[in-house]
């Protein structure tokens, strides 16, 4: 559905997007997931043709972005970040305009609305004065806007910004029932959002793409090397010399509790998995066993991780260039 290649946006001497390459599957939910001034948002009005590349290919639904604009926009249905609603205008007045504006068959209008306003849950506002509604139900009307035309591709900007816990979980559940007939691109910071939603990730930090994979695969990589908690009745000096002399034990903190138990967090080294090791060892010694979990690693973890690595990986580039000068 989507395919891009070598993208790249200079803006006065700053490049926003560098050499990102990257596809987007027929059906996916796609997560696009990066910090504030990542490349985000220039991506998707790259993908929308708002604005022109300086350099790159991007196609959508087999067609060139920059060649074919006007077909291209037919496929796609777009929410930007900011959603720009006529906000003196009622909803049903509002979306008959706008299915007006992207060339719904007249024959077709009204029933097409009135889908749109069913799968959104918007039909019970429909006399409405937007600007009388909760920024939830905004946002539910710009998603009607981006259905209208039933495209094939569905890009949205931050959807949840500025919702409350249950806003931002009743357009989640939205989002995931679009995906049943839609493929979706999600621009967003919140990483929760692409956990809950996405069966994709592409993570992009600094203009470039630094991973892409279904969060739990992700998640998974990360959490090979992930502490091990253990919790044992025993001597803490003892518990720890046990637990600290197994192989792929690399370091181990320890911290008594006033019912007799001591709590370990062992680190392994790699890929390594000692819980095994662990528990064997703690039956050896027949002291009893409370807990024995490895933590969990979460999205954020990942996101955290890789652009740490980045960013190490930049200021090595920024010294080394320094020292030749």
Not at 68 to 84: C, F, K, Q, T, W
Not at 193 to 213: F, P, Q, W
Not at 239 to 255: I, K
């Amino acid at each position: 559905m989507i395919k891009v290649e070598g993208l790249t946006k200079r803006y006065a001497g700053v490049t926003a997007l560098h050499d990102v390459s990257f596809t987007v599957k027929r059906g996916e939910i796609v997560g696009f997931l990066g910090p504030n001034g990542a490349g985000k948002s220039t991506t998707m009005r790259i993908l929308t043709g708002f604005i022109p590349a300086s350099a790159g290919r991007v196609e959508v639904a087999g067609m060139d972005v920059f060649e074919d604009s006007l077909a291209v926009r037919r496929h796609i249905g777009y929410m930007p970040e900011n959603n720009p609603l006529y906000e003196d205008m009622r909803v049903i007045e509002y979306l008959r305009f706008r299915a007006r504006l992207k060339d719904v068959r007249r024959a077709e209008r009204k029933e097409r609305i009135d889908d749109c306003m069913e799968m959104t849950g918007i039909t019970d506002v429909r006399r409405r004065v937007i600007g009388q509604l909760s920024k939830g139900y905004r946002q539910r009307v710009g998603l009607a806007d981006a259905l209208l035309s039933d495209p094939d591709l569905l890009i949205l900007d931050e959807p949840t910004i500025g919702l409350d816990p249950v806003q931002i979980r009743q357009v989640r559940q939205l989002i995931k029932d679009l995906g049943k007939r839609h493929t979706i691109l999600i621009s967003t910071h919140i990483l929760p959002e692409v956990e809950m939603t996405c069966n994709r990730v592409l993570i992009i930090h600094r203009g470039k793409i630094l991973a892409s994979d279904a969060p739990e695969n992700l998640m998974k990589t990360l959490s090979a090397g992930a502490p091990v908690v253990v919790e044992v009745r025993a001597p803490v000096d003892a518990a720890t010399v046990v637990v600290q002399a197994l192989p792929g034990v690399v370091s181990v903190t320890a911290e008594a509790g006033s019912d007799g138990f001591v709590r370990l967090v062992a680190h392994a080294s790699g890929e390594a998995d000692v819980r095994e090791a662990i528990y064997r060892a703690v039956v050896a010694e027949r002291w009893d066993l409370r807990e024995l979990s490895r933590g969990r690693t979460s999205l954020e973890d990942v996101f955290v991780q890789v652009t740490r690595d980045e960013d190490e990986a930049e200021e090595d580039r920024r010294d080394q260039r320094q020292r030749l000068r």
